[in-house]
């Protein structure tokens, strides 16, 4: 069974109504999604920084205390780059990243059914569906209602990334003719609950997703795009065909330097520090922070690593580890305050050593090598974590290079 992330709205199942078990089509199913849409909110309103910027995107993100809490310097500071990949949409073509202005074809709807609802999000309603022509089995993500530039932006993005290593495959978009509401077919992949799923993996497997999971973040970067949502939820993994893809592509957003973007993006848990302190010049290190904690809760077996209550907690559980020397040293780089009622929730911190986390339980996934790739992933400052390409050359992936090495040989 597929596993999508849950989140605080969702849809009663009494709501929805299908036509015939076990093959049920989903014309009723969209008719009834219409919902009111998560309302976006205004982005926080910031000094300028000395480069021009466009206006952040609206994700539709709900709104957070926090933000009352960060102040920018008087003085401006230069506006933060990526290190890599960062003029893609610079010498692109404005069609190739222009999602408000996608004239989006729609396919036949009558040319899928829905079998069984397998998850919800905040955006959406997933169904384990199949194609009635070629009886295939596929997924069918149907659309709460949003910004119709929202979903522009994730058509175009998973159209861009079509092909790519480890993304999810984009079949077909389709529409239901009386309510408009739109749905996205996807390739279907036999995913296992990684709640049940990493507490199996050995500390091979862990090295082979992990390295499969960098694939896709090097892809999608190298074409301009942040995912801003990688987290366990968005990574599927059949393990028996040790195949993984990354799926769920609404957030992701395409890279422009210069540009300032929404901070309200990815889950709490895998946040990183520059949108705790309202950094909007990010770039797509912000997937490598992400992935950094999913691999800390893998090879400790603690998930999720950072476990904030709220945003401001999240930032504290944050310093609790990585200390406030680092914290402070970074504020000071992009010339950020923290106000002092989230100073004084922040405190002061000594770094806390890798080996703390170590146990009986998790002793067997924890490797030099691996301590020292977590610890180049898990920086505050975004410039001086890894990129996914420099995190596939490490240490900690000699063997499964080795392996896929041997293995295109042998072909």
């Given at each position: 069974?597929?596993?999508?992330?849950?989140?605080?709205?969702?849809?009663?199942?009494?709501?929805?109504?299908?036509?015939?078990?076990?093959?049920?089509?989903?014309?009723?199913?969209?008719?009834?999604?219409?919902?009111?849409?998560?309302?976006?909110?205004?982005?926080?309103?910031?000094?300028?920084?000395?480069?021009?910027?466009?206006?952040?995107?609206?994700?539709?993100?709900?709104?957070?205390?926090?933000?009352?809490?960060?102040?920018?310097?008087?003085?401006?500071?230069?506006?933060?780059?990526?290190?890599?990949?960062?003029?893609?949409?610079?010498?692109?073509?404005?069609?190739?990243?222009?999602?408000?202005?996608?004239?989006?074809?729609?396919?036949?709807?009558?040319?899928?059914?829905?079998?069984?609802?397998?998850?919800?999000?905040?955006?959406?309603?997933?169904?384990?569906?199949?194609?009635?022509?070629?009886?295939?089995?596929?997924?069918?993500?149907?659309?709460?209602?949003?910004?119709?530039?929202?979903?522009?932006?994730?058509?175009?993005?998973?159209?861009?990334?079509?092909?790519?290593?480890?993304?999810?495959?984009?079949?077909?978009?389709?529409?239901?003719?009386?309510?408009?509401?739109?749905?996205?077919?996807?390739?279907?992949?036999?995913?296992?609950?990684?709640?049940?799923?990493?507490?199996?993996?050995t500390d091979y497997d862990i090295r082979y997703y992990i390295f499969e999971l960098?694939?896709?973040?090097?892809?999608?970067?190298?074409?301009?795009?942040?995912?801003?949502?990688?987290?366990?939820?968005?990574?599927?993994?059949?393990?028996?065909?040790?195949?993984?893809?990354?799926?769920?592509?609404?957030?992701?957003?395409?890279?422009?330097?210069?540009?300032?973007?929404?901070?309200?993006?990815?889950?709490?848990?895998?946040?990183?520090?520059?949108?705790?302190?309202?950094?909007?010049?990010?770039?797509?290190?912000?997937?490598?922070?992400?992935?950094?904690?999913?691999?800390?809760?893998?090879?400790?077996?603690?998930?999720?690593?950072?476990?904030?209550?709220?945003?401001?907690?999240?930032?504290?559980?944050?310093?609790?580890?990585?200390?406030?020397?680092?914290?402070?040293?970074?504020?000071?780089?992009?010339?950020?305050?923290?106000?002092?009622?989230?100073?004084?929730?922040?405190?002061?911190?000594?770094?806390?050593?890798?080996?703390?986390?170590?146990?009986?339980?998790?002793?067997?996934?924890?490797?030099?090598?691996?301590?020292?790739?977590?610890?180049?992933?898990?920086?505050?400052?975004?410039?001086?974590?890894?990129?996914?390409?420099?995190?596939?050359?490490?240490?900690?992936?000699?063997?499964?290079?080795?392996?896929?090495?041997?293995?295109?040989?042998?072909?």
């Amino acid at each position: 069974m597929i596993h999508v992330p849950f989140f605080v709205f969702f849809f009663s199942s009494s709501f929805i109504s299908f036509q015939s078990p076990p093959r049920r089509r989903f014309l009723l199913l969209c008719a009834v999604l219409t919902l009111r849409a998560p309302l976006a909110h205004s982005p926080i309103r910031r000094s300028p920084l000395v480069a021009p910027t466009e206006t952040p995107a609206s994700v539709g993100i709900d709104p957070d205390p926090l933000a009352a809490e960060i102040s920018v310097s008087d003085q401006t500071r230069a506006m933060s780059k990526a290190r890599v990949y960062t003029d893609v949409n610079v010498v692109r073509s404005k069609d190739y990243w222009d999602y408000e202005s996608l004239n989006v074809q729609w396919g036949e709807q009558d040319e899928y059914e829905v079998v069984r609802k397998v998850g919800r999000g905040k955006y959406s309603e997933v169904f384990e569906g199949f194609n009635v022509n070629t009886k295939e089995k596929c997924i069918v993500k149907i659309l709460k209602p949003v910004k119709k530039k929202k979903i522009r932006r994730e058509i175009k993005i998973l159209q861009n990334l079509c092909g790519g290593t480890n993304i999810v495959k984009l079949f077909d978009v389709v529409r239901d003719e009386h309510s408009k509401t739109p749905s996205l077919i996807f390739e279907y992949v036999n995913s296992t609950d990684f709640k049940l799923l990493y507490p199996t993996l050995t500390d091979y497997d862990i090295r082979y997703y992990i390295f499969e999971l960098l694939k896709a973040l090097d892809y999608c970067h190298s074409q301009g795009i942040m995912h801003r949502d990688v987290k366990p939820h968005n990574v599927m993994i059949d393990h028996e065909l040790r195949k993984l893809r990354l799926i769920d592509w609404g957030l992701a957003e395409f890279y422009h330097p210069g540009k300032e973007y929404n901070v309200r993006v990815a889950s709490r848990y895998f946040k990183g520090p520059e949108l705790l302190v309202d950094l909007q010049d990010y770039d797509y290190s912000l997937d490598m922070w992400s992935l950094g904690c999913m691999f800390a809760g893998m090879i400790f077996r603690k998930e999720p690593f950072f476990y904030g209550h709220d945003n401001q907690d999240q930032l504290v559980k944050i310093a609790k580890v990585l200390g406030t020397d680092d914290l402070n040293a970074y504020l000071d780089k992009y010339q950020l305050e923290l106000e002092p009622q989230l100073e004084a929730l922040v405190g002061r911190h000594s770094r806390k050593p890798w080996s703390k986390f170590i146990n009986a339980d998790n002793q067997h996934l924890v490797s030099p090598e691996a301590i020292d790739f977590l610890d180049k992933l898990l920086r505050y400052d975004h410039q001086d974590r890894l990129t996914a390409k420099e995190a596939m050359a490490h240490a900690y992936f000699s063997q499964v290079r080795a392996a896929e090495t041997s293995r295109m040989r042998s072909q």
